[in-house]
């Protein structure tokens, strides 16, 4: 891939980010996403336009090129792969990984890609349970809904979204309720302000926007 400056790659990045929730992106996405203001989304939007790497459609929304979809998919790649170095290997907190991964994405060669893939034998997920772009592993995401849709019993953690990752405080939350994909939890009851779930030492109360972009499967 070809050296661009970071921040070209991170608007790539988030807004391949945006589709996978499912969410047209379009530019206020991306100012809400990125913490930036409008003007200097606007400006770098047209930037991205202007390189080739994204067109703005008729509704305002924006859409990757063939070109600037190979960059963005390239980027969360080596992101996810990089989360799960950190978790797997060094074994930095989960809640923690992807404001570090954010650091280490822009400067992971290919060559070091190709080691990291071997090294952690080709993982399907990040540890938030996101899908590694070109990974030969399927990830296990049959029959997942968001937390906050389930009735009370068992349940195993699927995904985070990439939206709660950037949230600290979230995190957090997640990290001590022990809502990490993979583990298993029990949904005690559903509030307005959120759903109650059993910890290994107590009931923790997820509040309700977490709960709507935490994603989960019946056991």
């Not at 930037?47 to 924006?62: E, F, I, K, N, P």
């Not at 939350?173 to 990490?180: D, K, P």
Request: hydrophobic share 45%; proline share 4%; net charge negative.
């Amino acid at each position: 891939m070809a050296e661009m400056h970071d921040a070209t790659e991170e608007y790539l990045e988030t807004i391949l980010e945006i589709e996978e929730e499912g969410v047209i992106p379009i530019r206020a996405r991306l100012v809400e996403r990125l913490g930036l203001s409008a003007a200097a989304v606007s400006e770098q939007v047209n930037r991205l336009v202007g390189q080739g790497y994204a067109d703005l459609l008729d509704d305002r929304s924006v859409r990757l090129t063939d070109s600037g979809r190979a960059i963005a998919t390239t980027i969360v790649r080596r992101h996810r792969l990089a989360e799960r170095l950190l978790t797997d290997v060094i074994g930095l907190e989960w809640e923690k990984v992807h404001r570090e991964a954010d650091r280490w994405e822009h400067a992971i060669s290919a060559e070091v890609e190709e080691k990291l893939v071997e090294l952690l034998g080709d993982p399907a997920t990040c540890p938030h349970g996101n899908p590694i772009p070109g990974s030969h592993n399927r990830a296990d995401t049959i029959g997942s809904v968001a937390l906050a849709a389930v009735a009370p019993g068992q349940i195993r953690i699927t995904r985070v979204s990439e939206k709660i990752e950037l949230d600290d405080a979230a995190m957090s939350i997640l990290a001590q309720a022990g809502l990490i994909p993979g583990r298993e939890s029990s949904v005690v009851r559903v509030e307005k302000s959120g759903v109650v779930v059993k910890g290994a030492d107590r009931e923790h109360l997820v509040p309700m926007a977490i709960a709507q972009l935490t994603f989960v499967a019946p056991v």
